[in-house]
């Protein structure tokens, strides 16, 4: 079966809001258009399908028969992600307030993975304080390079340096002492939420 990792994606997407059904059905319409469905009554009725209720079932049966669930790699999925959100901050279709919502909903997601730490914490101070949105940026494209660089979690991992993304945070940046007040604050409210939520 040709271009499941592409069905896997936006199944991903789907799950955390990312996407809305729609590319999952296109994918399905691709298959049939090709002739790549080979009989498969599953992907004729994805096709078919007008609604995320109706379709979203036949997408977990689709993968699940193909690959498995447990072959699903969240984080994959989410690193080009993370690459697509990156271009278009780049041109200007989002912003750092949208990305906040984006990329603390994966955070949640993932279940807290170190590689998401410095730019899900960064992104949220930005809203905020100014200062941190140099800091941000920075780890936005470091994190950004590695994932379109990278075929596999295993590929991403061997090339991801904490210490690199440690770099980037707002320590090795001047700003007021009003301003770290604010983070003090924001990095008690983190802990806690965090605390809570787990």
């Known amino acids: 079966m040709e271009a499941i990792s592409e069905l896997c994606n936006h199944y991903f997407f789907v799950k955390v809001g990312a996407e809305n059904i729609q590319p999952c059905i296109d994918w399905a319409m691709v298959r049939l258009q090709l002739d790549q469905e080979g009989d498969d009554l599953d992907i004729t009725m994805l096709a078919a399908s007008t609604t995320e209720e109706d379709a979203f079932p036949l997408v977990e049966k689709i993968i699940e028969r193909y690959i498995g669930f447990d072959s699903l790699d969240d984080q994959l999925a989410a690193g080009k992600f993370i690459v697509k959100l990156f271009s278009a901050y780049q041109d200007g279709l989002e912003t750092i307030e949208s990305l906040d919502a984006r990329l603390m909903k994966l955070y949640n997601r993932l279940g807290y993975p ?21 800091p941000f940026e920075h780890e936005f494209a470091y994190i950004a390079e590695l994932w379109n660089s ?43 939420y965090f605390h809570f939520i787990r």
């Open 114 to 134: 170190d590689w998401l730490t410095m730019l899900s914490r960064n992104c949220e101070y930005a809203t905020d304080i100014d200062v941190f949105r140099e």
């Open 150 to 192: 990278s075929a596999t979690r295993k590929e991403f991992e061997a090339k991801y340096s904490r210490e690199m993304s440690n770099q980037h945070d707002a320590k090795f940046y001047t700003f007021r002492w009003t301003d770290r007040c604010r983070v003090i604050c924001l990095r008690a409210f983190r802990k806690l």
